[in-house]
C-alpha cells in the first residue's frame, strides 16, 4: 500500500471542483461548506507540491498538472464505485446468498443451477465456496450446502445425496482386481471420514495400506489427479458422474459402497427472511429428488 495516497476526501473535493470548474458547486455536490472544499484541495495541493487550479474571480481554470490529474482520479473513483456495489451493494439487498462446499458447487450444483436461473428470471445468486466445513462467525449467508452427516448445531437439515464410494482412475490405468490397487497411488480427501478404510474393507482387500498415498483438501484435487494418472481416487456418487460420463475417468471395479455422510443443504435454525429462499429451497429439493432417481 503506498503510504503517499492522498486522502479521499482532498481528491473528491479536487475530482467535484474540477469537474464543475467551481468550488461552490462541487460544495453543494458534496454537501460540505465552499470554504471546506478549498482548504481540501489547498491541501492536496501543498501533498502534491504542484498547483491544479488557476483561480480567477470568476471561476477556476485547471493547470496542465490538474488536467492530467483529473482522469486518474475519476477512473480511480470508479473503479471504488463499482467494486463497492459488487462486494457490498445488492448483496445484502437481492442476491440470495448460498454458501457451498466447492466441490459440490462445481460438480454438482453447477450443471443444474442454470435450470433454476431459466425458471426465475431475474432473481440473482451470491455463491460462497467453502473447504474443510468451516464454521462461519458472522453467518453471513442464507442457505448453506455442507458435507457430513446431517447434525450442525443452530441449523436444520436437508439431505440431498445418497451417496456410493468406488475407486476412480484413468482409462489407461491397469487394474484388474482390487488387489492391484497395492501398485497404486491412492488419493484421499481430507474431511472426509468414510474412505477408503471402508471400501477395501468391503472389496475384501487385506494387502494395500489404506493410509498410504496423497492427501487432498478437495474433491476436485482428487478426480483431477486421478484424471491425469496421478493415482486413484475413491470417488463419490454425485461429484464423479460428470467425470464419468465424459469419459475422462473410469470405475474398475463393480463394487459401489453405500456411506452414511452425504451433501446437506442446511438453513439457520430461526429461518432466514430472504424473499427468494423458500423458492430456491423448493427447487433445490425437487432436483436433488431426480437426480437420486436417475442415479440410482
Keep these: 500500500m503506498n503510504l503517499d495516497l492522498p486522502p479521499l476526501t482532498w481528491l473528491r473535493a479536487f475530482e467535484a471542483s474540477a469537474r464543475t470548474l467551481s468550488f461552490t458547486h462541487a460544495a453543494a455536490e458534496l454537501h460540505i461548506t465552499q470554504a471546506a472544499v478549498s482548504k481540501h484541495v489547498k491541501s492536496l495541493e501543498h501533498h502534491l507540491r504542484a498547483p491544479l487550479f488557476l483561480r480567477h474571480p470568476r471561476g477556476l481554470e485547471l493547470t496542465k498538472s490538474g488536467a492530467a490529474y483529473l482522469p486518474k482520479v475519476q477512473d480511480a473513483l470508479q473503479r471504488l464505485a463499482i467494486g463497492t456495489r459488487e462486494v457490498f451493494g445488492q448483496r445484502r439487498n437481492n442476491a440470495l446468498t448460498l454458501r457451498c462446499a466447492v466441490s459440490f458447487a462445481v460438480c454438482w450444483l453447477a450443471p443444474r443451477l442454470p435450470d433454476y436461473l431459466d425458471r426465475h428470471p431475474g432473481r440473482s445468486i451470491r455463491l460462497l465456496s467453502s473447504v474443510w466445513n468451516e464454521p462461519s462467525e458472522d453467518r453471513d449467508f442464507d442457505l448453506d450446502i455442507q458435507y457430513g452427516t446431517g447434525h450442525w448445531p443452530g441449523f436444520n437439515s436437508h439431505r440431498l445425496t445418497w451417496e456410493t464410494i468406488t475407486p476412480l482412475c484413468a482409462p489407461h490405468a491397469r487394474l484388474d482386481t482390487p488387489a492391484d490397487l497395492a501398485g497404486q497411488r491412492l488419493l484421499h480427501v481430507l474431511g472426509y471420514h468414510e ?102
Design 195 to 296: 474412505g477408503w478404510g471402508i471400501w477395501l474393507k468391503a472389496a475384501g482387500v487385506t494387502s494395500v495400506d489404506a493410509g498410504s498415498g496423497l492427501h487432498l483438501d478437495t474433491s476436485l484435487a482428487a478426480l483431477e489427479l486421478a484424471a491425469q494418472g496421478a493415482g486413484v481416487a475413491l470417488g463419490r456418487k454425485s461429484l464423479a458422474a460428470q467425470s464419468l460420463e465424459s469419459g475422462r475417468l473410469v470405475a474398475p471395479f463393480d463394487i459401489e459402497v453405500p456411506i452414511d455422510e452425504a451433501f446437506h443443504l442446511i438453513v439457520p435454525a430461526g429461518g432466514t427472511t430472504h424473499p427468494d429462499a423458500d423458492g430456491f429451497v423448493e427447487w433445490l429439493l425437487s432436483t436433488a429428488q431426480k437426480s437420486n432417481r436417475l442415479q440410482s
